[in-house]
């Protein structure tokens, strides 16, 4: 079993519709939980991040952590077609005092129809 | 505030050869952790320098090795190039080895 899973998709939605993206985890160390998205041939730009369970909302943004189910969401409100990317899921732990060691999901690729 | 800078771009190499990549941390970082992404998959952590030291390293072998400057900028080196080296190499930026990080660009490395 793979540390992060996260759906591949394709995932498709027409502009201004509700989007959910996922990631369920095995390991109960981690405590840092970040959202990055990737657009073609470009680095991960930081999206969220949180420290601990509960609800984090930026603009159209809004992250979900639940520690007790292992299990994260990024909820994307009037989703726009400049959403139009790979949204990755990442995790880490404090080992050694070091939180660097980010652990990646697979990627779901959107594509957000006007 | 400058941010996350890498070089070059892409670069091809043949099966073999040695490759350098470099980075350039965001003003006020003093920590890089390099990381490869193959098509279709999510980044995979190589290493992290913290203070001129190695300070973590996923599951890469020897080959992949790497310099932190005083600058804070690094470098990744890979020797014995193989095909399945071929992907692109992220370099991200902290603050004091924070899971908190910024990436650049990226470097494409295609190895025939």
């Known amino acids: 079993q793979k540390e992060v899973e996260q759906d591949p998709g394709p995932l498709s939605v027409p502009e201004g519709a509700i989007v959910s993206l996922n990631c369920t985890y095995s390991n109960s160390a981690f405590q840092y939980f970040m959202w990055y998205r990737q657009y073609s041939r470009k680095g991960p730009e930081l999206l969220m991040y949180?420290?601990?369970?509960g609800n984090k909302e930026d603009g159209r943004f809004t992250a979900q952590v639940d520690k007790s189910s292992k299990y994260i969401s990024l909820f994307i409100r009037d989703s726009q077609p400049s959403d139009s990317a790979t949204y990755l899921c990442?995790?880490?732990?404090?080992?050694?005092?070091?939180?660097?060691?980010?652990?990646f999901g697979k990627g779901t690729k959107l594509s957000v129809k006007p | 505030e400058t941010g996350v800078t890498q070089s070059p771009t892409h670069l091809i190499k043949t099966r073999g050869q040695q490759v350098t990549l470099r980075c350039s941390s965001q003003s006020g970082h003093n920590t890089v952790s390099w990381y490869q992404q193959a098509l279709g998959q999510g980044p995979q952590f190589i290493f992290q320098?913290?203070?001129?030291?190695?300070?973590g390293r996923g599951n890469f072998p020897p080959r992949f090795s790497g310099l932190q400057f005083p600058n804070y900028s690094s470098e990744l080196n890979v020797n014995a190039l193989e095909l399945d080296d071929s992907a692109l190499y992220l370099c991200?930026?902290?603050?004091?080895?924070?899971?908190?990080?910024?990436f650049g660009p990226g470097t494409r490395l295609t190895v025939t």
């Open positions: 991200a930026s902290s603050f004091d080895r924070s899971y908190e990080q910024y």
């Open positions: 990442a995790m880490s732990h404090n080992y050694g005092g070091s939180q660097g060691n980010l652990i």
């Open positions: 320098y913290y203070r001129e030291e190695e300070n």
């Open positions: 949180t420290y601990s369970s």
